[in-house]
Structure formats: C-alpha cells, structure tokens
C-alpha cells in the first residue's frame, strides 16, 4: 500500500463528501466528481480525507495511493486552476480558437479542429495555446491530444511542444 495514501489528505477550505460511490469535491474554482473503484472507501474527518483498502487484494492496495493522488489533485484544483502552455513552432504553423473547437494550421493540406473538453477553457495568444481547467486530468489529456498531431520533430525543431520541454536536437546531413 502506498505511504502517502496511509496520511490523511488536509483539505482547507474545499468541501469534501463522499455519497453513491461518487466523491465531489467543492471549491472556489468549480466542483469535481468522480467514481469511487469499489475495492476503495473513502472516508472524510476532521483530520481530512482517509483512503484504505475494503480487502487485501492486490488490485486494492495499488488502487488506494491512486485514490490518493486523485482527491490530492482535486482538492488543489478547486483552490488553484492547472495550466499547461504550448508552443507551436515552424514557418506559417497558426493556432485559432473558434467557439469550442481550436484550429491547427500545422504543414497539413488542411486545417485540423480539436473540439475543447466542457470543462476546459482555451486562449492563444501568438503561437502559445494556454491551456485551463480545475481537473488537472482533463488539462493534460487535452494538452497531449493537441501536440499528438504534430510532435515537434528533432532536425528543425518545427512542430508543437509543451513549454520548458527541451527537443534533442540533430545534426542532419552534412555536404560532401
């Protein structure tokens, strides 16, 4: 069983309840549900939240740290929105947002639309996408499913890449 998941998770000001298998946590930012495993439960104190394992199984004991760091993220995400930031690098590459889908203009034929997850909300300024949302979840997903469609490749350094990621650059071709 995980360390961490052994302390009880402090939860400030957010509101935590556990009702139906769904855990919701409430804050300034917004509210979260999510599913409670069945092999998991849930409790909240005074001390805060406590998760442990219904039986000794293995599939329990590796669920609870997870259920761990879930409520962890939540609680932080009702307090302070997660922020993920791309840059989208290369000669003629543009990023637009149009009502809920963003617009890629990346070397293709054409352009490519991403539809933006309820629960996240998208702004671009020049060729950086900022990416915002209180589930740190969905804001990761989202930010891997942009850069999915053009990586930022290693002889140009062209593509879209997350900010403070470092490309391993090449060398190429030399002439004879």
Do not use: C, W
Not at 35 to 56: F, L
Not at 63 to 73: I, K, Y
């Amino acid at each position: 069983m995980s360390r961490l998941a052994k302390k009880p998770i402090a939860i400030g000001k957010t509101a935590v309840s556990v009702e139906g298998g769904v855990l919701s946590v409430k804050g300034t930012k917004g509210v979260l549900t999510k599913r409670v495993h069945p092999s998991v439960a849930i409790t909240v104190g005074e001390e805060g939240v406590t998760i442990v394992p219904k039986d000794s199984s293995r599939l329990a004991k590796a669920l609870t740290g997870t259920f761990a760091s879930h409520v962890r993220n939540m609680v932080a995400g009702v307090e302070t929105t997660y922020v993920k930031k791309l840059i989208l690098e290369g000669v003629g590459y543009r990023v637009e947002v149009k009502g809920k889908d963003v617009i890629l203009a990346v070397g293709f034929s054409h352009p490519v639309a991403l539809r933006i997850p309820e629960d996240v909300s998208v702004t671009v300024e020049k060729n950086v996408i900022k990416i915002e949302s209180a589930n740190k979840e969905s804001v990761g997903q989202f930010a891997a499913n942009i850069r999915r469609i053009k990586p930022p490749e290693p002889y140009l350094g062209k593509g879209i890449r997350y900010e403070g990621e470092v490309i391993l650059r090449k060398q190429g071709k030399k002439a004879a």
